[in-house]
T-cell receptor
């Protein structure tokens, strides 16, 4: 079967760094996405990885290891507005997005 | 980027009535659109994949006669919730798939909050 695992909830302090992990087992792989979703809103695109390594985009970075079926999203210099759910999604061999359940990130002052 | 709109953004209807939700890709053509629903504090649940000019593909457990999907053009897909019941109250989100270089990305509409009384 297809499965994506990520922690249900994480808490971090404003100004700190947090790493959200995602492991996956899917039939085929055509890339991994990270989305941010604030409560009551639709998801917004954060990053896309298809090759191994680290992609950096401002305060956010995303890492992928295809051999390990593993990715993480790294958020630096946390701000209160970063409080949201972070969704990991993998594109399988049919280019269908398989979604993780999301990680709720709580930022404390 | 690309823009996807949804209409209405929220709707309240009485039990037994039908509600139509529109999803439009405003600045690109989308042969494939997706419909999701999301309950509070839960992740997105794919309901169906909508392909322009053909029948939608429904996920297991989703009633195709209750959730009617029409993808009549390359920029418009509609979801009609027929004979709505209170348990259909949810956040419905559509997305449109667009090829970006070597990969496909899904662009999401802002969502429609449906409340059935």
């Amino acid at each position: 079967g297809q499965n994506i695992d990520q922690p249900t909830e994480m808490t971090a302090t404003e100004g700190a760094i947090v790493q959200i992990n995602c492991t996956y087992q899917t039939s085929g792989f055509n890339g991994l996405f990270w989305y941010q979703q604030h409560a009551g809103e639709a998801p917004t695109f954060l990053s896309y990885n298809v090759l191994d390594g680290l992609e950096e985009k401002g305060r956010f970075s995303s890492f992928l290891s295809r051999s390990k079926g593993y990715s993480y999203l790294l958020l630096k210099e946390l701000q209160m507005k970063d409080s949201a759910s972070y969704l990991c999604a993998v594109t399988d061999s049919n280019y269908q997005l398989i979604w993780g359940a999301g990680t709720k990130l709580i930022i404390k002052p | 980027g690309a823009v996807v709109s949804q209409h209405p953004s929220w709707v309240i209807c009485k039990s037994g009535t039908s509600v139509k939700i529109e999803c439009r890709s405003l600045d690109f053509q989308a042969t494939t659109m997706f419909w999701y629903r999301q309950f509070p504090k839960q992740s997105l649940m794919l309901m169906a994949t909508s392909n322009e000019g053909s029948k939608a593909t429904y996920e297991q457990g989703v009633e195709k006669d209750k959730f009617l999907i029409n993808h009549a053009s390359l920029t418009l897909s509609t979801l009609t919730v027929t004979s709505a019941h209170p348990e259909d109250s949810s956040f419905y989100i559509c997305s449109a798939r667009k090829q970006e270089g070597s990969y496909y990305e899904q662009y999401f509409g802002p969502g429609t909050r449906l409340t059935v009384t």
